[in-house]
């Protein structure tokens, strides 16, 4: 299995495009900016099956219209969907739009995805959003707007929750500490090294 991290757009998303033996993989993810993201995609002759979405923030989907035009299956949580199509200042403020996209699966509950042979555990981690999820592939947690390095995704907004941050986070924390962590902004890092330094769970 092949990760490859693709930062975009103006609030440097983090695009992350996961790859088998058979050139077949899912994204998670987008950004403003797909270029990038498509030229790896083209160049390395891989057929993109899924799109997974950690969360409805315009930055993280603004470019799912482009990767369904690839015949990619769309998964989001159901409460995350009104997003989708909700105006967003600060997108305005930044010359972005989100096109109206279709959400193929819908994520109701924490479970496991099996897309070809990849196998992807969900966890559900509202906080910064209420429908926001992590997605756990073998040894490697991507963890979206809820877990960074060193921090953890803004509690400010009108669906946010301080508890249920803290509460998201501490579920993470409970994972192999070895765990690579691959967050929707900034740099990888490990459970360990987040649950042993970063003091997000005392918000």
């Not at 033996?21 to 998670?28: D, E, H, L, V």
């Not at 057929?47 to 989907?61: K, N």
């Not at 400010?156 to 249920?164: G, N, R, V």
Request: hydrophobic residues 40%; negative net charge.
């Amino acid at each position: 299995m092949i990760i490859k991290q693709i930062s975009s757009g103006p609030l440097d998303n983090n695009i992350y495009i996961i790859s088998n033996n058979q050139k077949q993989a899912i994204m998670i993810d987008t950004a403003s900016d797909m270029s990038a993201a498509f030229k790896y995609i083209k160049e390395n002759d891989l057929t993109l099956l899924s799109l997974l979405l950690t969360h409805g923030h315009f930055d993280h989907i603004a470019g799912a219209h482009e990767v369904q035009n690839l015949g990619a299956k769309i998964y989001m949580h159901e409460k995350d969907l009104f997003k989708i199509n909700q105006s967003d200042s600060m997108a305005s403020m930044l010359g972005i739009s989100v096109q109206p996209f279709v959400v193929d699966k819908v994520i109701k509950n924490e479970e496991t995805i099996n897309i070809e042979d990849f196998s992807i555990q969900v966890i559900y981690t509202p906080g910064h959003t209420e429908g926001g999820v992590c997605y756990l592939i073998e040894n490697n947690l991507f963890s979206g707007d809820t877990l960074f390095k060193d921090s953890f995704g803004r509690v400010d907004f009108f669906d946010s929750s301080p508890d249920k941050m803290v509460s998201s986070l501490l579920k993470l924390y409970k994972l192999n500490g070895d765990i690579i962590v691959y967050p929707g902004h900034g740099e990888k890092t490990t459970i360990l090294r987040e649950k042993t330094n970063n003091l997000a769970a005392l918000i």
